[in-house]
C-alpha cells in the first residue's frame, strides 16, 4: 500500500473512531489493514532505519487509536500488544512531538496490570516513567492511588474513583477491578454470618440496584428467600464429615495397653 494510501485510510480511522457513536467494527477493519500496511513499511517492526517525523507520527497516532479501540472492545490482549508497540515510540523517538494521548494510555496500562494483580509489573512500569510526570501528571495518579487504596483495603475509594477517571476507558479496568473485590468482600462476608439482608449485602458489595445483588447471589450460589430479604451462605461446617468414633476409641484404648506394657 503506497503512504498516501496510509494516511488516507488513518484519516478515515480517525473520523469514525472519534465520531459521536463510532462503528467499533468498521474501526477494527482499519486497524487491520493499516497494521498490514504498516508492518510492510517496517514502522511496526523497527527493523528499518525512520527519521520522517510526519510518517512516525502517522504510526504512532494510528497505534493509539488502536489501544484505545482494543479496550472499548474489552479485548485486553490487543491492547497489551497495542501498548508493546507503543512503548519504542514513546521511549526510543525523543524527537516526536509529545503526544496528548502518551500519558492516559501510559495510565491506562499501570491499571490495566493493576486489574490482574500484576502488582510487580506495575511497580516495574512506574520505574520507566520521570519522577515529575509521575507526581503531576492526573493520568498517571490515578492508577497510583487506586493501588494504595488497594492495599490499604480501602475499596470504597476505589468505588468512588469512577467519578473522577481521567477517561472513559478507566472505567473498563475499574469495573475488573470491583469484580475482584467483590468476590473478596464476598468470601469474607461468607465466614462471618450466616446469613445477610439482601439490602446490607449490597451496601457492602457497591451494587445499587437489587437485579445486580440477586445475580450475584446466584453466581456465588447462596440461598435467597424473597420473604425475608435475606441471603443465607453456604458454610463448611453445613457439610457433615463421617467421623469413625468406635474405631478411633479401639485404637487409642489399643495404644494406651501398649503404653502400659512399655512403662
Not at 462503528?23 to 500496511?37: E, F, T, V
Not at 504498516?38 to 520522517?52: D, F, M, P, R, V
Not at 428467600?225 to 463448611?236: G, I, L, T
Amino acid at each position: 500500500m503506497a503512504l498516501t494510501d496510509i494516511k488516507t485510510l488513518a484519516q478515515e480511522l480517525s473520523k469514525e473512531y472519534n465520531a459521536p457513536n463510532p462503528d467499533l467494527a468498521k474501526c477494527g477493519q482499519y486497524l487491520s489493514k493499516l497494521k498490514i500496511a504498516l508492518i510492510e513499511l517496517q514502522y511496526l517492526t523497527h527493523e528499518g532505519k525512520h527519521n520522517n517525523i510526519e510518517e512516525l507520527t502517522l504510526a504512532r497516532d494510528v497505534l493509539e487509536i488502536g489501544a484505545q479501540w482494543s479496550v472499548r472492545t474489552k479485548d485486553i490482549p490487543s491492547f497489551e500488544r497495542y501498548m508493546a508497540q507503543l512503548q519504542t515510540y514513546y521511549n526510543d523517538y525523543s524527537e516526536l512531538p509529545t503526544s496528548p494521548l502518551k500519558y492516559n494510555l501510559i495510565g491506562l496500562n499501570l491499571l490495566c496490570l493493576l486489574s490482574q494483580n500484576r502488582i510487580s509489573d506495575f511497580h516495574t512500569a512506574l520505574e520507566t516513567i520521570e519522577s515529575q510526570e509521575l507526581l503531576n501528571n492526573p493520568a498517571i495518579q490515578h492508577p497510583i492511588k487506586l493501588e494504595q487504596s488497594l492495599m490499604e483495603g480501602s475499596y470504597n475509594r476505589v468505588w468512588s474513583s469512577r467519578a473522577d477517571v481521567p477517561s472513559k476507558e478507566y472505567l473498563f479496568f475499574i469495573d475488573i477491578l470491583m469484580d475482584t473485590i467483590r468476590n473478596e468482600i464476598a468470601s469474607c462476608s461468607e465466614k462471618a454470618y450466616s446469613s445477610l439482608p439482601l439490602k446490607d449485602a449490597g451496601t457492602l458489595l457497591f451494587f445499587t440496584n437489587m437485579e445486580d445483588i440477586l445475580n450475584f447471589a446466584k453466581e456465588r450460589n447462596w440461598k435467597v428467600n424473597p420473604v425475608e430479604q435475606k441471603a443465607y451462605f453456604h458454610s463448611d461446617a453445613d457439610e457433615r464429615i463421617s467421623i469413625p468414633a468406635n474405631q478411633i476409641i479401639k485404637q487409642t484404648m489399643f495404644y494406651a495397653r501398649d503404653m502400659d506394657r512399655i512403662v
